[in-house]
């Protein structure tokens, strides 16, 4: 045993080099466990080399400046209570932390000193130290402070724990930088998503762009082709729009095409990728949809735009349609609706052609 309190003792001066005089929690209660042992062992103590080289005739005293100078070499909190739960002896940063004298608190318990609230929690996690016979760590609220809280239990030389070593450790700068850094991430990654979001959507019609529709066909025509679900495209463009602008001017045609994406919008599914890919040009990808049923869906959509209520501007749509093929390239996917819709154009626009 007084081989481990010489180690015990070393290691704790060694931690206390390395950090700067900021002794570490295990080796505080290491050192702690093993002078408890030595003052409940005289004939230990009196053999041991490591209380001959610092005690003088006066052993008390010696042993209580070692313990005092230990307490006020820490940075952290601590405290060692018996198992009363009544505070044994507390350093400097402790008295410090919960803004009272050193004599108001040795001899006390907490529910004589703190708020009942406090004094629960922290007893509660005490008795468990006691009878389990093992170190916890927990996190309190006291006083404003974000707390942590270490407990290592200490014991005799029969291994029964006689008492508790705390260390406290304010963690309320470190847990408001956390929250801050959390914060700026949670902006962050909002703005990310909205930068995502306007890369890829038309700034004049709040429909997704040619940037988005290209990502959906390429990620839709693999899909389709790994797990053999339909996939169609439907193509269209506004009739005679460069006549609307160059009559009603480029104001009114903005009008027009967004009052077209509005009207698209409300008769199509949310899982539709809808997009403006060029001046009056816009594509919609209909997953999970055959040629069949794409057939009735564009019907629907043509007679809309054609009731669309407009200033005086009657507005019509040529559309082209496809079911895409197994085996077939995403451009010659898109190609051959193009095709279709050129085809509705020389059938004398307003029509539905695949």
Same mark, same amino acid.
């Not at 922290?122 to 009878?131: A, P, Q, Y």
């Not at 850094?181 to 930068?195: E, G, H, I, P, V």
């Not at 082709?225 to 439907?234: A, D, E, H």
């Not at 040529?318 to 051959?336: H, L, P, V």
């Given at each position: 045993?007084?081989?481990?309190?010489?180690?015990?003792?070393?290691?704790?001066?060694?931690?206390?080099?390395?950090?700067?005089?900021?002794?570490?929690?295990?080796?505080?209660?290491?050192? @702690?466990?093993?002078? @408890?042992? !030595?003052?409940?062992?005289?004939?230990?103590?009196?053999?041991?080399?490591?209380?001959?080289?610092?005690?003088?005739?006066?052993?008390?005293?010696?042993?209580?400046?070692?313990?005092?100078?230990?307490?006020? %070499?820490?940075? +952290?909190?601590?405290?060692?209570? #018996?198992?009363?739960?009544?505070?044994?002896?507390?350093?400097?940063?402790?008295?410090?932390?919960?803004? *009272?004298?050193?004599?108001?608190?040795?001899?006390?318990?907490?529910?004589?000193?703190?708020?009942?609230?406090?004094?629960?929690?922290?007893?509660?996690?005490?008795?468990?130290?006691? $009878?389990?016979?093992?170190?916890?760590?927990?996190?309190?609220?006291?006083? =404003?402070?974000?707390?942590?809280?270490?407990? %290592?239990?200490?014991?005799?030389? &029969?291994?029964?724990?006689?008492?508790?070593?705390?260390?406290?450790?304010?963690?309320? +700068?470190?847990?408001?930088?956390?929250?801050?850094? #959390?914060?700026?991430?949670?902006?962050?990654?909002?703005?990310?998503?909205?930068?995502?979001?306007?890369?890829?959507? $038309?700034?004049?019609?709040?429909?997704?762009?040619?940037?988005?529709?290209?990502?959906?066909? +390429?990620?839709?025509?693999?899909?389709?082709?790994?797990?053999?679900?339909?996939?169609?495209?439907?193509? !269209?463009?506004?009739?005679? !729009?460069? #006549?609307?602008?160059?009559?009603?001017? %480029?104001?009114?045609?903005?009008?027009?095409?967004? *009052?077209?994406?509005?009207?698209?919008?409300?008769?199509?599914?949310?899982?539709? /990728?809808?997009?403006?890919? =060029? =001046?009056?040009? &816009?594509?919609?990808?209909?997953?999970?949809?055959?040629?069949?049923?794409? +057939? *009735? /869906?564009?019907?629907?959509?043509?007679?809309?735009?054609?009731?669309?209520?407009?200033?005086? /501007?009657?507005?019509?749509?040529?559309?082209? /349609?496809?079911?895409?093929?197994?085996?077939?390239?995403?451009?010659?996917?898109? *190609?051959?609706?193009?095709?279709?819709?050129?085809?509705?154009?020389?059938?004398?626009? #307003?029509?539905?052609?695949?």
């Amino acid at each position: 045993m007084e081989k481990a309190a010489r180690l015990s003792f070393f290691k704790f001066l060694q931690s206390g080099k390395r950090s700067k005089s900021r002794f570490s929690s295990s080796a505080l209660a290491g050192l @702690l466990e093993n002078v @408890l042992y !030595f003052k409940n062992n005289p004939s230990a103590k009196s053999k041991s080399r490591l209380f001959q080289s610092i005690s003088a005739p006066n052993r008390k005293k010696e042993d209580d400046f070692f313990l005092k100078q230990i307490f006020d %070499h820490l940075e +952290e909190a601590v405290y060692y209570k #018996n198992r009363n739960f009544r505070y044994i002896n507390i350093n400097t940063a402790f008295a410090a932390l919960v803004k *009272k004298e050193k004599d108001s608190i040795i001899g006390f318990s907490d529910f004589e000193i703190f708020k009942e609230s406090f004094a629960l929690k922290l007893r509660e996690m005490e008795k468990k130290v006691f $009878d389990k016979n093992k170190s916890l760590k927990k996190f309190f609220l006291f006083d =404003g402070k974000y707390l942590e809280i270490i407990l %290592h239990p200490l014991k005799d030389s &029969f291994g029964k724990t006689v008492a508790i070593a705390g260390i406290v450790k304010d963690k309320t +700068e470190e847990k408001a930088f956390v929250k801050k850094t #959390n914060a700026m991430k949670r902006y962050f990654k909002s703005r990310c998503k909205k930068l995502e979001l306007l890369s890829m959507c $038309d700034s004049l019609t709040n429909i997704y762009n040619r940037y988005k529709f290209d990502i959906a066909l +390429e990620q839709e025509t693999k899909r389709s082709k790994r797990y053999g679900l339909p996939l169609s495209l439907i193509l !269209f463009d506004i009739d005679d !729009f460069k #006549n609307i602008n160059d009559e009603f001017g %480029h104001i009114e045609g903005d009008k027009i095409l967004k *009052k077209i994406a509005k009207t698209v919008k409300q008769n199509i599914r949310d899982i539709d /990728i809808f997009a403006r890919i =060029g =001046g009056d040009e &816009f594509a919609i990808l209909v997953p999970n949809t055959s040629l069949k049923e794409i +057939e *009735k /869906i564009t019907d629907k959509l043509k007679k809309s735009i054609e009731n669309m209520k407009t200033a005086k /501007i009657k507005t019509t749509c040529s559309f082209g /349609i496809a079911e895409y093929k197994k085996g077939e390239t995403k451009e010659d996917f898109f *190609k051959r609706t193009d095709v279709a819709l050129y085809r509705a154009k020389r059938m004398g626009k #307003n029509r539905v052609s695949e």
